[in-house]
Antibody, heavy 123, light 108 residues
Framework: QVQLVESGGGVVRPGRSLRLSCAASGFTFSKYAMHWVRQAPGKGLEWVAV????????YYADFAKGRFTTSRDNSKNTFYLQMISLRDDDTAVYYC????????????????WGQGTLVTVSS | DIQMTQSPSSLSASVGDRVTITCRASQYISTSLNWYQQKSGQAPKLLIYSVSTLQSGVPSRFSGSGSGTHFTLTISSLRPEDFATYYCQQTYSVPSMNTFGQGTKLEI
């Protein structure tokens, strides 16, 4: 069955960096676009970034541009989110999400979600 | 950017009730509208995609309708496990920060 397992979350001070990973299994990872979606405590869902099936195209939410970088290693079935210059308002659960469409500019729906990893930015 | 607005933001209902949640898009989104359910402490789960297609395993008491800018999610007869937060999502104009609505919390 499809599994997405995030890791790398934790407590970090403002201005520092963190890299999240998402290990995928149970499907042909290299065929799917992958997204990061976050949820601040008690708040709604907020899209963060998308990467196309082959890693050639990436897009970011405005708040993530210049600070977050997503990448993937299809040989390892793993997907990453590198975050730098973290701010208090980046505190959230970060979900790794699968989109059946391989494209980063044409989305279908988010049919599989990881359990999420909590990032807490605090001094 | 397209804005997605759900109403109500919260809703109190009882087991057995018929419930409808509305999602409005600020611009035309055709039928590129999905619904998710999120239970407390869990990841969201895809319920319905392309307005009205039930994801595999989703009970038939859930249904979706609409087109253009106005969409609804209906639960025909609430069960205890349906109390959750529901989100709509547009995938017509992407990439977009505003892909999700703000959520509707369905409470007892």
């Amino acid at each position: 069955q499809v599994q997405l397992v995030e890791s790398g979350g934790g407590v970090v001070r403002p201005g520092r960096s963190l890299r999240l990973s998402c290990a995928a299994s149970g499907f042909t990872f290299s065929k799917y676009a992958m997204h990061w979606v976050r949820q601040a405590p008690g708040k709604g869902l907020e899209w963060v970034a998308v990467i196309s099936y082959d890693g050639s195209n990436k897009y970011y939410a405005d708040f993530a541009k210049g600070r977050f970088t997503t990448s993937r290693d299809n040989s390892k079935n793993t997907f990453y989110l590198q975050m730098i210059s973290l701010r208090d308002d980046d505190t959230a659960v970060y979900y790794c999400v699968r989109d059946p469409k391989g494209s980063s500019t044409s989305w279908m729906y988010f049919d599989s979600w990881g359990q999420g990893t909590l990032v807490t930015v605090s001094s | 950017d397209i804005q997605m607005t759900q109403s109500p933001s919260s809703l109190s209902a009882s087991v057995g009730d018929r419930v409808t949640i509305t999602c409005r898009a600020s611009q035309y989104i055709s039928t590129s509208l999905n619904w998710y359910q999120q239970k407390s402490g869990q990841a969201p789960k895809l319920l319905i995609y392309s307005v009205s297609t039930l994801q595999s395993g989703v009970p038939s008491r859930f249904s979706g309708s609409g087109s253009g800018t106005h969409f609804t999610l209906t639960i025909s007869s609430l069960r205890p496990e349906d109390f959750a937060t529901y989100y709509c999502q547009q995938t017509y104009s992407v990439p977009s920060m505003n892909t999700f609505g703000q959520g509707t919390k369905l409470e007892i």
